[in-house]
């Protein structure tokens, strides 16, 4: 594998991770301001806002920690 082809491969592996962490950050923010918005809306039912907030919160972690160990993976597997 030359030169190029390797740093090609870092390359989208970064570029893939930055993607990964931008796409995951903009979707807790919609979700944290969907969750305040809701709780201002309907005190009430607060802890079941936050509840759910939190198991999404958690899935969109996952997510982004699966894509960020395929980015690295893949950048591993092109060295």
């Known amino acids: 594998m030359n030169a190029l082809s390797l740093g090609l491969a870092f390359l989208a592996a970064g570029i893939g991770a930055g993607l990964s962490i931008l796409g995951a950050s903009y979707g807790i923010g919609r979700l944290a301001q969907a969750a305040m918005e809701g709780t201002a809306r309907q005190p009430a039912a607060s802890g ?3 509840t ?3 198991i999404s919160a958690a899935l969109i972690e996952g997510a982004t920690l699966f894509a960020l160990v395929v980015c ?6 092109a060295a």
Not at 72 to 77: E, G, H, P, R
Request: charged share 25%; hydrophobic share 60%; no cysteine.
């Open 48 to 50: 079941d806002i936050r």
């Open 72 to 77: 690295i993976l893949l950048a591993t597997k």
């Open 52 to 54: 759910s907030m939190i």
